[in-house]
């Protein structure tokens, strides 16, 4: 089978995307899962049964409330400095009053990446780990189905406001009784999306008819991507913030019942880097302030300490307690002790237990050896010792040794939900490693045949012979299959976690089978007809060997060491940095190639000092052929003609000389626009002068300049400004009609006919591929190796998900241009 250049590397790059597609399927961990929603409300579990006969627990359901009302202030992009450091105490005075002399217990939490608002809210309200895909969704949050806080308040009876962020009201789509959203897309407004949120709080301060009320503020963050951290508009904006937390808190005193106290809970969903952005794990990003303020705690005395860290996990397992619930099935997080220590012993000992009974039905439900976790056995350890405890109370001990034997039960129960958690946290980080490797397979196989198809790919007529028959119908074939169906069957039966390539049909999966025996077979086809063709006498040396020229060593060097550099995070997050240096020194390395070849060459050299002639005489015979008498002599028309075409290959060659320095100032300029990556963001540059307000004067003048332009242009009825668009439209649709050959312009060789760029589609279609399809290939094969690395959500997945899609923006370009192509050819040669 004949094919040409680009429809072979389309294809190519269409297998290789869906082994892209299979690779990051198996990739990007599947978070834990427990029972869906509608099974969640089991009834809960009794306290552990006392050792001895007849000795029955008469505690068997969930916990009453500890709180009537409670009030979730979320600030977003709320950095733990912005309230325990010094911005704190002088931004925020009533907070830090109450942080460090009220009723309060004060944590930093901490928020796993990718730290971007949607993941954070479901980690908030679920207590589960979002998966790093769930990046990819966060600009169209889905309806939440998991088991949530949310849910299961609204479930239970309890009447829900929420104002803010309409991130919320998709997650939890007529969970709340009334709502009013704000858009997080208007990054230049923290004035107004504030306001939309607090012009309800008078109103809904003085009713009674709600249970909870949530607000989340976007002001902060809008802030932080506008202007960074230490911009002088977040001081004003954390002074807003309190004194909103002040009102809140003030009025939540004043309606306390004497049954039950109110509480106010003030946190973060994620910080802020040092450049104001936020997905990373930076300090600054992941560390998030975590309030519960209330009368129902001791009033804080003595030296202030450093708050103590906790999960940001952990908030939806505290406040399920604190409000009645039950804890949400796919938690993986750990009852914060401090809120509820001021209840009695035997309450304690109760809301622990059903953390650790949930966390351990949950690693039962996603473990198969569940029974040999270090957190299953503590927890039975505990459990057992819990039971003994409740026998000794019910028997009405009240001595110092049932104290001593609580707090010792407190202690292994603590331990046993801290290992459970980090046991279920890990399996986040599970991998199928099946699915990864028959993706990386198919991948790699795709590179072997391209790099075995150069020579014929990029030859001059930019087609070659795919010998698919023989491979397709030979007995390697079919073994292969076979070996590979076996190989399926092994791994999908005795593996002990779920596997996506394992879940699908059986036809799907041996259609994937015989694509890979397919493409072995033929790499295996090219190599022996490249070991046949080495064995033949070559027809004309001269022309068949070939030599590596300096650009082609440079851009080998360069790919090289590109890919390989994709090893390191740091040199991810700098990539800009290898891309300036790469194109710098190809941009140079054409400029000296190109002086060299239009300046050290002799311009004597026969066959560039005849080559208008010669044209000019294949013209004459044509013209003889047809029997059309063109004068011999006529020496003025050749001679103006030479002329012209000298002047043009002038132009041209200084032109093609320009453009190399051209490009490296189009660069320059670039580069002085934004600092990116992490090492060098805090260096200014010509985004931070158009935003720093030591320049206001000449921004000044340059937007009141802007401005008179832009009133002139339109006040003229716009005769002039029509005539201009028009004429810019008409050039553009006439360069279009140029680059794809239709037309020329008049600095173009008139006698080369472009129309001829088939084989040079085929040659650019096919490099294209091979250039992409060489990082990919090597970058899973890294990413495989590092898939535990320290930064592998916050560097490496990125990336991985940048080098997937470009794939496939490379496979729907190359299609394009060759089906231009193709088209293209059919016109011709109708």
Same mark, same amino acid.
């Given at each position: 089978?004949?094919?040409r250049?680009g429809?072979?590397?389309s294809s ?5 995307? #869906? ?8 990739f990007?961990?599947?978070p834990?899962?427990? #029972?869906?929603r ?8 009794a306290?552990?049964?006392p050792?001895?006969?007849g000795?029955?627990s008469?505690?068997?359901k969930?916990p009453?409330p500890?709180?009537n009302?409670v ?5 977003d992009a ?7 450091g ?5 931004f925020?005075p ?8 009220g ?5 930093? *939490?901490e928020a ?6 949607m993941?954070?809210?479901? %980690?908030?309200m ?7 895909i769930?990046?990819?969704?966060n600009?169209?949050s ?5 088991d949530?806080?949310?849910?299961q308040?609204k479930? %239970?009876g309890?009447r829900i ?8 009201v998709?997650? @939890?789509?007529?969970?709340? !009784?009334e709502?009013?959203g704000?858009t997080s ?7 107004e999306?504030?306001?939309n ?5 008078d109103?809904?301060?003085k009713?009674e008819d ?5 607000l +989340?503020?976007l ?5 932080g ?9 977040v001081?004003?904006?954390?002074r ?15 309606k306390? /019942?004497?049954s039950?106290?109110?509480?106010l ?12 952005? +936020?997905?990373g794990?930076?300090e600054?990003e992941?560390h998030?302030?975590?309030?519960f303020?209330?009368? *129902? ?7 202030l300490?450093?708050p103590?860290?906790v999960?940001?996990?952990?908030l ?12 949400s099935?796919?938690?993986?997080g750990? #009852? ?7 209840k ?16 351990s039905?949950l690693?039962? /439900?996603?473990?198969?050896? $569940? ?5 299953? /056995? ?5 459990e057992k ?8 109370y ?5 001595s110092?040794?049932?104290?001593n034997?609580g707090?010792?039960?407190?202690k ?5 939900l ?5 046991s ?18 198919i991948i790699?196989?795709?590179?072997l ?8 790919a990029?030859?001059?007529?930019a087609?070659?012979?795919v010998?698919?028959s023989?491979?397709l119908?030979s007995?390697?074939? $079919? #073994?292969?299959?076979l !070996? ?15 596997c996506?390539?394992c ?8 259609g994937?089978? !015989?694509?890979?025996?397919a ?5 295996l ?11 033949l006498?070559?027809?004309?040396p001269?022309?068949?060997s ?13 790919t090289i ?12 997050e700098?990539?800009?940095q290898?891309?300036y ?9 054409l400029c000296?190639?190109l002086?060299?070849?239009n ?34 002599a006529?020496n003025?028309?050749?001679?103006? &003609? ?24 189009c660069?320059?300029?670039?580069r ?7 090492q060098? &963001? ?5 985004g931070?002068?158009?935003t720093?307000s ?6 000044s003048f340059l937007?009141a300049?802007?401005?008179? !332009? ?5 006040q ?6 029509s005539?201009?668009?028009? *004429? ?23 006698g ?6 088939s084989?040079a589609?085929?040659?650019?279609c096919f490099c294209?591929?091979?250039?992409r399809s ?7 094969v890294l ?12 560097v490496?997945?990125?990336?991985l ?14 299609? @394009? ?14």
């Amino acid at each position: 089978m004949r094919l040409r250049s680009g429809v072979f590397a389309s294809s190519c790059l269409l297998v290789q995307a #869906l082994g892209v597609a299979l690779f990051l399927r198996g990739f990007f961990p599947v978070p834990v899962r427990s #029972l869906p929603r509608r099974e969640a409300r089991a009834d809960s579990p009794a306290e552990p049964a006392p050792p001895g006969p007849g000795m029955v627990s008469n505690w068997t359901k969930i916990p009453a409330p500890l709180f009537n009302k409670v009030v979730i202030v979320l600030i977003d992009a709320l950095r733990d400095d912005f309230v325990f450091g010094s911005k704190g105490k002088q931004f925020m005075p009533y907070t830090t009053q109450v942080v460090e002399k009220g009723t309060s217990y004060s944590f930093i *939490a901490e928020a796993k990446p990718p730290t971007v608002t949607m993941p954070r809210i479901k %980690a908030l309200m679920t207590g589960s780990i979002p998966g790093f895909i769930d990046v990819v969704v966060n600009l169209n949050s889905p309806a939440l189905l998991d088991d949530n806080l949310i849910w299961q308040a609204k479930a %239970a009876g309890k009447r829900i406001i929420f104002y803010g962020d309409d991130t919320w009201v998709k997650l @939890f789509p007529k969970h709340f !009784m009334e709502y009013d959203g704000t858009t997080s897309f208007f990054v230049s407004d923290f004035t107004e999306v504030d306001d939309n949120v607090t012009r309800h709080l008078d109103r809904v301060l003085k009713r009674e008819d709600w249970d909870i009320l949530i607000l +989340h503020y976007l002001g902060l963050d809008h802030i932080g991507h506008i202007s960074g951290p230490n911009s002088p508009l977040v001081g004003p904006k954390l002074r807003e913030m309190d004194n909103i937390l002040k009102k809140i808190h003030i009025s939540l005193l004043s309606k306390e /019942e004497a049954s039950l106290p109110n509480l106010l809970v003030v946190c973060g969903d994620h910080g802020m880097s040092e450049t104001g952005s +936020h997905g990373g794990s930076s300090e600054g990003e992941v560390h998030t302030p975590l309030l519960f303020i209330s009368s *129902a705690f001791e009033k804080r005395s003595g030296p202030l300490t450093q708050p103590e860290r906790v999960q940001q996990t952990d908030l939806a397992s505290t406040l399920a307690v604190g409000l009645g619930l039950p804890i949400s099935r796919n938690s993986v997080g750990n #009852l914060i002790l401090p809120v509820v220590g001021g209840k009695t012993m035997r309450e304690q000992l109760r809301f622990v237990h059903l953390n650790g009974f949930q966390l351990s039905r949950l690693l039962q /439900e996603n473990t198969p050896a $569940y029974e040999k976790d270090p957190g299953y /056995e503590h927890f039975k350890i505990a459990e057992k010792s819990h039971g003994n405890w409740i026998k000794l109370y019910l028997e009405g001990n009240n001595s110092e040794i049932l104290l001593n034997l609580g707090k010792k039960v407190l202690k292994q129960y603590l331990e046993a939900l801290k290992t459970l958690s980090s046991s279920l946290s890990k399996q986040v980080a599970q991998y199928d490693m099946y699915s990864m490797m028959v993706g990386t397979v198919i991948i790699m196989e795709v590179l072997l045949l391209l790099l075995l198809s150069v020579p014929k790919a990029l030859s001059k007529r930019a087609e070659f012979e795919v010998p698919l028959s023989p491979p397709l119908f030979s007995l390697l074939f $079919y #073994l292969m299959c076979l !070996m590979l169906c076996a190989v399926h069957v092994i791994v999908c039966t005795s593996a002990e976690s779920l596997c996506y390539f394992c879940s699908m049909s059986w036809l799907t999966a041996v259609g994937v089978m !015989m694509l890979i025996s397919a493409l072995m077979c033929g790499i295996l086809s090219a190599i022996a007809k490249i070991f046949e063709n080495s064995r033949l006498p070559l027809k004309n040396p001269a022309v068949s060997s070939s030599s590596w020229s300096e650009i082609d060593v440079l851009i080998l060097a360069g790919t090289i060491g590109h890919v390989l550099s994709l090893g390191a995070s740091s040199f991810i997050e700098e990539e800009h940095q290898t891309w300036y240096f790469l194109i710098n020194t190809l941009c140079l390395v054409l400029c000296q190639e190109l002086c060299r070849n239009n300046f050290l060459l002799k311009e004597c050299d026969p066959q560039h000092s005849t080559n208008v002639k010669q044209n000019f005489d294949s013209l004459g015979e044509t013209s003889d052929c047809k029997n059309i008498d063109i004068p011999a002599a006529d020496n003025s028309k050749l001679d103006k &003609a030479t002329s012209s075409s000298e002047f043009m290959k002038g132009s041209h060659k200084w032109i093609s000389l320009a453009t190399p320095w051209v490009i490296l100032i189009c660069c320059r300029l670039l580069r002085s626009l934004n600092q990116t990556g992490v090492q060098w &963001a805090h260096r200014p540059d010509f985004g931070h002068w158009l935003t720093s307000s030591e320049h206001k004067p000449e921004l000044s003048f340059l937007a009141a300049v802007s401005l008179l !332009m832009i009133f002139f242009l339109v006040q003229r009825r716009c005769s002039l400004v029509s005539k201009i668009a028009m *004429a810019l439209g008409l050039l553009g649709v006439y360069s279009y009609r140029a680059a794809v050959g239709n037309v020329i312009f008049p600095w173009q060789h008139g006698g080369k006919d472009i129309s001829k760029n088939s084989a040079a589609v085929g040659h650019g279609c096919f490099c294209y591929a091979l250039m992409r399809s060489i990082p990919v290939a090597i970058y899973v094969v890294l990413v495989t190796g590092l898939r535990y690395h320290l930064f592998i959500w916050s560097v490496f997945s990125p990336k991985l998900l940048y080098e997937g899609v470009h794939v496939f923006i490379t496979a729907a370009i190359c299609l @394009f241009f060759t089906a231009m192509d193709q088209n293209h050819s059919h016109r011709v040669q109708d």
